[in-house]
């Protein structure tokens, strides 16, 4: 069985695919001081209490923050007696490569969702991902990335609104009654949810106009339904596209001979 693990800045997402579906995913923070040891220990507890079998022979990982790939790496070779495949590695083929500016780093997981969405949906695809940072991933017809928009993350923005402002408490992210806020709380989450229901809608309208050619827009992340209250902003919603991108890129790599 593979073990797919998506590291993000805020939460590390771990997920048992047995060839043909995840059996289970399961989520903690992520934390670079998590040892090895610490992860198993974790993960076997959760497996068996989903009464599954940790049968795993393969593992792939796709990480934003590097600190953490290390004890990862030591995971797959101690308990799971493999090397595992780390996306964005030289050693990491991909379905198509992205075309970008030349010396341009491209992060993991949005390789992750290029590969993810053009597998279940075709290309000419915009992949709104809302975690950390509210990422744009433009996916061309042969479903290579093409480039995209990065914004700051809705928490985040919430974050920084509270802890800059003294005056101003921190609030839940949620869609209000009506734009018009007629207190303080109402007018944090009027300017939170419909300023970022007006920047989705808004930058994709731009990537379309600039690309030429119809696209669907396809969100992920906790946040996306949520925001899709606010109108048609989306196509589709997939809530575990980053996790089956991780399985498409497994199964490529494996079908080529490179692993």
């Known amino acids: 069985m593979l073990l797919a693990i998506d590291c993000g800045n805020t939460n590390t997402v771990f997920a048992i695919w047995d060839g043909s579906r995840f059996l289970c995913t399961l989520r903690a923070s992520t934390e670079h001081q998590r040892t090895a040891d610490q992860y198993y220990v974790w993960l076997s507890s959760l497996l068996r209490h989903h009464r599954i079998e940790m049968d795993i022979n393969a593992v792939i990982i796709s990480s934003t923050v590097p600190r953490v ?33 030349e010396g341009t780093t491209v992060g993991p997981d949005r390789l992750v969702n290029a590969a993810g969405a053009y597998a279940r949906y075709g290309g000419d695809l915009i992949v709104v991902d809302f975690g950390t940072a509210t990422t744009f991933d433009v996916v061309a017809h ?118």
């Open 142 to 259: 042969d479903g290579a990335y093409v480039g995209g928009v990065i914004a700051p993350g809705v928490n985040l923005s919430l974050q920084a609104l509270h802890e800059m402002a003294a005056a101003l408490p921190h609030v839940d992210v949620t869609k209000p009654q009506k734009v018009i806020g007629t207190n303080t709380v109402d007018c944090m989450q009027s300017g939170v949810f419909w300023g970022y229901a007006g920047l989705v809608s808004g930058i994709c309208e731009r990537i379309k106009g600039e690309y030429e050619t119809p696209m669907k827009v396809i969100s992920t992340g906790g946040l996306a339904p949520l925001f899709a209250q606010a109108g048609d902003l989306f196509d589709d919603f997939d809530e575990f596209l980053t996790i089956h991108g991780l399985s498409v890129i497994y199964q490529y790599n494996k079908d080529n001979n490179n692993l």
């Open 69 to 101: 790939v290390f004890n990862l790496r030591v995971l797959s070779d101690r308990y799971f007696n493999c090397r595992p495949l780390v996306v964005g590695k030289p050693d990491c083929m991909l379905p198509a490569q992205p075309r970008v500016d």
